[in-house]
């Protein structure tokens, strides 16, 4: 069989009993067959795995070719904003809940991996954004987001204001619990749950989700991906900040300007050849389901 990929990374949930069976079982299915393997070092602990076998996560990029990353969408996640940088092809195991960017089941993941592992499967490019915080004009913190960048209050139900600007246009002033900047990828996530409409992966768009508006005229927006979204924190109050994909939070302060635009580096996803996105909407959201 000839190989697409050679060396392999495993990225696990680490801790987590059932991860770790499925990882297991791909490094002894993949070893058997030849390939190099590579174990991210926190998925490693606790488990029979050689020492020279670890790595980081960033290390892995650079060494891997394809990366299977094992949990829910929140690994992906987690492991996509790395890898990203780096021109490693990834598919995801679904050890979580939805899974809409982990596409094998752990039961019977060895007939479509055989497949992705010959070469026969389906390339998508996902692209992330970047944010950018702006302090008395200067950069103070930043990140990246694959599924949305959010702005709200430290607080539960505290409302906020703040301004809108795209591509150095003003577009409006808003008082609300926030707002939500997602991807097409994050359209079926956060952005979902406020109403959002769902973009195709392909679509070079990005969604502003005003949260719970202070006017009924607010709707959401959807602009061309390559716009750059300018925040301004006009709330007087230090309890604001910027999530990205709910993991990784940046604090803003009043005055503070938030640059959002696409990031550089896509992620990499690779689909076995039966890879289709509608099935995927009518699985994890119940459109398969008999209306009586």
Same mark, same amino acid.
């Given at each position: 069989?000839?190989?697409?990929?050679?060396?392999? +990374?495993?990225?696990?949930?680490?801790? *987590?009993?059932?991860?770790?069976?499925?990882?297991?079982? &791909?490094?002894?299915?993949?070893? +058997?067959?030849?390939? !190099?393997?590579? %174990?991210?070092?926190?998925?490693?602990?606790?488990? +029979?795995?050689?020492?020279?076998?670890? /790595?980081?996560?960033?290390?892995?990029?650079?060494?891997?070719?394809?990366?299977?990353?094992?949990?829910?969408?929140?690994?992906?996640?987690?492991?996509? /904003?790395?890898?990203?940088? @780096?021109?490693?092809?990834?598919?995801?195991?679904?050890?979580?809940?939805?899974?809409?960017?982990?596409?094998?089941?752990?039961?019977? @993941?060895?007939?479509?991996?055989?497949?992705?592992?010959?070469?026969? @499967?389906?390339?998508?490019?996902?692209?992330?954004?970047?944010?950018?915080?702006?302090? *008395?004009?200067?950069?103070?913190? =930043?990140?990246? +987001? %694959?599924?949305?960048?959010? &702005?709200?209050?430290? !607080?539960?139900?505290?409302? #906020?204001?703040?301004?809108?600007?795209?591509?150095?246009?003003?577009?409006?002033?808003? /008082?609300?619990?926030?707002?939500? %900047?997602?991807?097409?990828?994050?359209?079926?996530?956060?952005?979902?749950?406020?109403?959002?409409?769902?973009? *195709?992966?392909?679509?070079?768009?990005?969604?502003?989700?005003?949260? @719970?508006?202070?006017?009924?005229?607010?709707?959401?927006?959807?602009?061309?991906?390559?716009?750059? #979204?300018?925040?301004?924190?006009?709330?007087?109050?230090?309890?604001?900040?910027?999530?990205?994909? =709910?993991?990784?939070?940046?604090?803003?302060?009043?005055?503070?300007?938030?640059?959002?635009? !696409?990031?550089?580096?896509?992620?990499?996803?690779? *689909?076995?050849?039966?890879?289709?996105?509608?099935?995927?909407?009518?699985?994890?959201?119940?459109?398969?389901?008999?209306?009586?």
């Amino acid at each position: 069989m000839t190989q697409a990929f050679k060396t392999i +990374a495993l990225i696990g949930k680490p801790n *987590h009993n059932g991860a770790n069976q499925t990882v297991m079982a &791909l490094y002894d299915w993949l070893a +058997a067959q030849g390939y !190099k393997l590579l %174990v991210e070092e926190r998925t490693a602990q606790g488990l +029979a795995l050689p020492q020279e076998c670890l /790595r980081d996560l960033a290390s892995l990029g650079e060494e891997a070719e394809l990366a299977i990353v094992v949990g829910g969408d929140g690994n992906m996640l987690g492991a996509a /904003r790395v890898l990203a940088r @780096f021109d490693v092809a990834v598919i995801g195991v679904n050890r979580g809940n939805l899974g809409f960017l982990t596409d094998l089941s752990p039961e019977g @993941f060895e007939g479509p991996l055989s497949e992705v592992l010959a070469g026969r @499967f389906q390339t998508e490019y996902r692209f992330l954004l970047d944010a950018q915080i702006y302090r *008395h004009k200067r950069l103070v913190a =930043s990140n990246t +987001a %694959v599924n949305e960048m959010v &702005l709200h209050p430290d !607080k539960i139900a505290h409302m #906020i204001e703040f301004s809108v600007s795209i591509d150095e246009q003003f577009v409006y002033t808003q /008082r609300s619990d926030g707002l939500i %900047v997602s991807t097409p990828t994050g359209s079926t996530a956060y952005s979902l749950s406020g109403g959002g409409p769902i973009l *195709h992966p392909k679509m070079d768009a990005i969604v502003l989700l005003p949260m @719970f508006p202070h006017t009924l005229s607010s709707r959401p927006i959807v602009v061309e991906g390559n716009s750059l #979204i300018t925040l301004m924190v006009t709330s007087n109050t230090d309890d604001l900040q910027i999530t990205c994909d =709910s993991q990784v939070v940046l604090g803003l302060k009043p005055g503070d300007e938030i640059r959002i635009q !696409k990031s550089a580096y896509p992620l990499r996803l690779v *689909h076995p050849p039966s890879y289709d996105y509608y099935q995927v909407l009518r699985s994890k959201l119940g459109w398969s389901s008999k209306l009586y």
